[in-house]
Nanobody
Framework: QVKLVESGGGLVQPGGSLRLSCVAS????????IGWFRHAPGKEREGVSC????????YYADSVKGRFTISRDNAKNTVYLQMNSLKPDDTAVYYC????????????????WGQGTQVTVSS
């Protein structure tokens, strides 16, 4: 059974850091593109980052470029999202997703989703 489980969310002050983890079971992560999306109340679901399974290429939304870093540990079947210099606008539920996206930022390009982890950036 395919399953994705996110962790690492929480409350952090502006300028702080968090590292989200996405652990996969039932399949091998490195064959898939793994994306991170976020959804804040009153806003559209937004693609944050993706790491492709084919060649490890990474992609970022303009809003997080230079602050967030996606990485993959194949031995642990885990993908990470390191988030630095966090801003209140980063507050959202963050979801991990797996698929074979052609256009990485489109949520319907992915097949499997985790349950999400809440990130709140506030003083």
């Amino acid at each position: 059974q395919v399953k994705l489980v996110e962790s690492g969310g929480g409350l952090v002050q502006p300028g702080g850091s968090l590292r989200l983890s996405c652990v996969a079971s039932g399949f091998t992560l490195d064959y898939y593109g793994i994306g991170w999306f976020r959804h804040a109340p009153g806003k559209e679901r937004e693609g944050v980052s993706c790491i492709k399974g084919s060649d490890g290429s990474t992609y970022y939304a303009d809003s997080v470029k230079g602050r967030f870093t996606i990485s993959r540990d194949n031995a642990k079947n885990t993908v990470y999202l390191q988030m630095n210099s966090l801003k209140p606008d980063d507050t959202a539920v963050y979801y991990c997703t797996a698929g074979w996206p052609t256009l990485w930022a489109l949520h319907y390009e992915y097949d499997y989703w985790g349950q999400g982890t809440q990130v709140t950036v506030s003083s």
